[in-house]
């Protein structure tokens, strides 16, 4: 897909001049285009360029039309590949089958999710934690949750972000009007404040260093750097948030992926359901990229300055903005954490780790400083010196594998290349042998 | 040592009815002020019992945008008030014409394509991950073709989402605040509460029953539910539905042309929402991309929502036309796409493998089945109204009866109506101070409850 390119002139009354790739249905040969008299919306001209896994697409495209015959390995976006365990789609199915029948036909849902699921979220993951199913709202993932914080935050909050991070936080910042301007030499937007996360403080930000900002982004397991977060780090981030009266985003879609008993909720630290959010996803731990269910929790205990509780309007929005996830993906969600479906899932993510395992053991081969891969289906490799992006493009050319350049993520993620450990383990194995020849 | 207590200048009330009155927001910092206990000679430890605690307050402001709204999401309120009605009855036969949510169980021919779908993401060759976030290939080709065939557009036109109440949100972050916008008087919620959230509107006056900020359009039956766009602000966005919901309306050729030219000359953009569109039974348009030059005014947004009982499911699209520009010359469509891919991850694929199904010829016919046994209730609940001498509009076009209550508040008919025969209708002013005086009956329900409400309706209106 591909769209037209239009030479953008700014539109005058009297001499309105775009040229219109225009397709033979459509009114062809017009040269005279209407302009309406809506001013774009200016944060999104704040955005330098497309998303950054569309651009990933788009260069592996590129590659692949001038390459037709290459045997491209992608371990770029973070794309499941294992077939969703039976169990699984089986009560999706079923469930499918049912809204034929009279009985099993459902219309709307709740918005905030079936309570059903929502019981077995707090049930499976926030056991001890005190939160309760109301607490849980399900969602079409954490993508769009993100966004959807965003909107409940407004444009006057002041953000904080891991640097690397997922990009959605920095974009939807953006979006919404809270970043600010781009500084175009550092490459960061001046109301957005970047804790940086490097080997030098072990992927945790020195928080004596950070200013106060009203909401923080964490990620842990982070993507991309891989690490997570300890108790001791995590218990210092609350108090940091307590301290300054913040908001923590905390993002645990990896947390299935821990194998060293960090804490998978930010809810295990005390006093956090005072201070948190946590956002989390069926994507990464049941093969739902396409599926699409995540869950979002807001603790009744979280309030604004002025009292009112977060997740009122949290509420309101999902039941504006939002008409809740859809019930098929919802009965799939609640088989995906019976005893039998929970099992699956971890067998996949073991097979995921060990494809990890596979790839870490590859890049310490050659001698060259690689993190992550421990408790997130992500390696980050340090090419001291190098510009994220060209090596990106190298490794794309001369090994026919997609990854994703540092530099995607944030400015401190520039000399790093994010490997994603998705795949079937044959195409983990050729891309080992590919890189080790290469590299 | 003195023992000091931090106060917070700001008023803490635990009774939820508080919040929806105005407070001031300003502080986005709670001072923390050190005041020593006068009264205390010796420092003593105590305990604080759990309530006499101040409960912990983040410093962030909330945000004054959804401040604004003065009560929650129409339809949710109107579940609160049937669900306590339940609680009042608990043996009563409660029959739901309030929301507008599909009843009947969804064809085989479109249930079948989505099972397996289901069982193809256990397999090698079958399982996909992410999905191209504007929709896949087949969906938006099968949307152009059945919907947009001879109208000039195409499959890069279309986005697949989740369905319409979630892009009408992402085209409002698409616009942002610093954008007007008009709407019909009455009209969905979702298009004024969205507005409200991203900031658009100034503060609810009570008095009118407006935000500030907002143009309404009134439309009555006096004007045959088409606003004087003679009497009508400029605004940069204009939302309009047709069929309409909640009146049923259906704009005409006529009206559609005039409304373009009017977009036309003022620069506005319009977002037509056509959710209904198969409901029509006149020949007026069913998309307004069939009025020329609408494709450099207007962007379109529709569900399977109705058509195909998906209400659960999640599948609609939102047309964009390349030709749509921002006064700069940008594509809309351009940041309409950066806003899918950024805030957004794609409709479930499952349910796109429902929607393709639903696309198919067989899956035309079944879907047609089903709006038809919808508008066939439709009919049932016009007759009745009409032979108890109500004012009845809509029904015609749209699987909503507009019932005319001259001088009642539309909120004690709902009320009424719900305690005497325990039927969930919707209060039109919760569609706007137009939709006073006029109660919301929406069609959906199985052919038994249907005809026992309208009994209902005969007993209490007789």
């Not at chain 1, 030499?185 to 928080?207: H, Q, S, V, W």
């Not at chain 2, 899918?340 to 016919?365: D, K, R, Y």
Request: charged fraction near 20%; aromatic fraction near 10%; charge should be neutral.
């Amino acid at each position: 897909m591909s769209y037209s390119q239009f030479l953008s002139h700014v539109c005058m009354p009297h001499a309105v001049f775009l040229q219109l790739k225009t397709s033979s249905k459509s009114n062809a040969g017009s040269r005279l285009g209407h302009c309406s008299k809506v001013p774009r919306n200016v944060n999104l001209e704040k955005l330098r360029s497309g998303y950054l896994f569309p651009e990933i697409s788009r260069h592996e495209f590129e590659h692949l039309q001038k390459n037709p015959n290459a045997s491209l390995i992608r371990l770029g976006i973070g794309d499941t590949t294992h077939p969703i365990p039976d169990t699984i789609t089986q009560a999706m199915a079923e469930h499918v089958r049912g809204l034929s029948t009279i009985q099993g036909y459902r219309g709307y849902g709740a918005e905030q999710g079936n309570m059903a699921l929502r019981k077995a979220i707090a049930g499976k993951f926030y056991q001890d934690m005190g939160i309760k199913a109301d607490e849980i709202f399900v969602s079409d993932g954490a993508q769009c949750d993100i966004s959807r914080l965003q909107l409940l935050l407004g444009p006057n909050v002041t953000v904080a972000v891991q640097d690397p991070s997922f990009p959605a936080y920095i974009d939807s910042s953006v979006v919404v009007g809270q970043a600010g301007e781009l500084e175009e030499e550092t490459g960061k937007y001046r109301n957005i404040t970047y804790m940086n996360c490097g080997p030098e403080n072990n992927f945790f930000p020195d928080l004596s260093t950070i200013p106060r900002t009203n909401v923080i982004f964490f990620c842990s397991p982070n993507n991309p750097t891989g690490h997570a977060a300890s108790w001791q780090q995590l218990k210092q981030l609350v108090e940091f948030a307590k301290a300054n009266g913040s908001i923590i985003v905390y993002d645990s879609a990896y947390a299935a992926y821990i194998r060293d008993g960090s804490p998978r909720s930010i809810f295990e630290i005390p006093g956090a359901k005072e201070v948190a959010i946590e956002i989390s996803s069926f994507s990464k731990f049941a093969g739902f990229t396409g599926v699409r269910l995540g869950w979002t929790v807001v603790p009744e205990e979280l309030k604004y300055s002025n009292g009112f509780p977060v997740i009122k309007d949290f509420n309101r929005i999902v039941c504006t903005c939002f008409n809740g996830a859809s019930n098929i993906a919802q009965a799939g969600g609640l088989a995906c954490l019976s005893t039998h479906g929970y099992q699956a899932l971890h067998n996949v993510i073991d097979y995921y780790m060990e494809n990890a395992k596979i790839l870490v053991d590859g890049f310490e081969s050659l001698d060259l400083n690689v993190y992550g891969g421990k408790n997130a289906p992500y390696i980050w490799v340090h090419f001291p010196g190098s510009n994220s992006w060209n090596v990106f493009r190298e490794i794309l050319e001369k090994t026919n594998i997609v990854t994703v350049p540092g530099r995607g993520f944030g400015p401190a993620g520039e000399e790093y290349i994010r490997i994603s450990a998705f795949g079937q383990r044959e195409h983990i194995l050729e891309a080992s042998r590919r890189l080790k020849v290469y590299l | 040592m003195s023992l000091t207590n931090n106060l917070s200048t700001s008023m803490i009330s635990s009774s939820s009815s508080a919040f929806l009155a105005p407070t001031s927001f300003n502080a986005s910092r709670t001072q923390s002020v050190s005041v020593p206990l006068k009264s205390l000679n010796i420092v003593k430890c105590v305990a604080t019992p759990q309530e006499q605690q101040i409960a912990y307050k983040t410093k962030v402001s909330r945000n004054a945008n959804i401040a604004k709204l003065q009560a929650g999401y129409l339809f949710p309120e109107v579940a609160r008030r049937r669900a306590a009605h339940l609680l009042k009855y608990p043996n009563a036969q409660v029959i739901s014409l309030g929301i507008g949510d599909t009843t009947e169980p969804i064809p085989d021919v479109i249930t079948s394509a989505m099972a397996k779908r289901s069982h193809a993401l256990s397999t090698l060759e079958g399982y996909s991950g992410y999905g191209a976030e504007q929709g896949e290939k087949a969906v938006r080709a099968a949307l152009a073709s059945t919907f947009y065939g001879n109208l000039g557009i195409e499959e890069d036109d279309i986005f697949v989402s989740d369905g319409a109440k979630c892009d009408i949100s992402r085209l409002q972050v698409v616009f942002g605040s610093d954008v007007t916008m008009a709407v019909q008087d009455p009209s969905y919620p979702a298009y004024v509460d969205s507005s409200v959230i991203m900031g658009q509107t100034g503060q609810f006056q009570k008095d009118v029953e407006k935000y500030a900020n907002i143009e309404y359009m009134r439309c009555t039956p006096e004007n045959g539910f088409f606003p004087d766009l003679s009497t009508v602000a400029r605004t940069d966005i204009i939302f309009f539905c047709s069929p309409n919901n909640p009146t049923g309306a259906a704009a005409t050729r006529e009206q559609l042309t005039r409304l373009v030219q009017f977009a036309k000359d003022n620069g506005s953009i319009i977002v037509y929402d056509s959710a209904y569109a198969l409901y029509m039974s006149d020949n007026n348009p069913r998309s307004i991309f069939e009025i020329p030059g609408a494709k450099e005014v207007a962007i379109e947004t529709a569900s399977f929502s109705k058509y195909a009982g998906f209400t659960g499911v999640r599948l609609g699209w939102t047309v964009v036309p390349k030709q749509l520009l921002f006064s700069d010359g940008f594509p809309v469509a351009k940041d309409f796409n950066r806003i899918v891919c950024t805030c957004f991850n794609g409709a479930s694929n499952i349910s796109q493998a429902g929607g393709l199904a639903c696309l198919s010829p067989e899956g035309l016919e079944a879907m047609k089945e089903v709006i038809g046994f919808y508008k066939e209730n439709t009919k049932i609940i016009v007759e009745t109204f009409n032979s108890l001498g109500f004012k009845v509009y809509g029904g015609q076009n749209a699987p909503y009866v507009w019932v005319h209550f001259p001088g009642r508040n539309s909120w004690d008919v709902f009320s009424e109506i719900l305690e005497k025969t325990h039927i969930v209708t919707t209060p039109g002013s919760g569609f706007g101070p137009g939709g006073e005086g006029f109660i919301r009956v929406s069609a959906f329900g199985h052919r038994e409850n249907v005809l026992e409400a309208c009994r209902r309706f005969q007993q209490l209106y007789n």
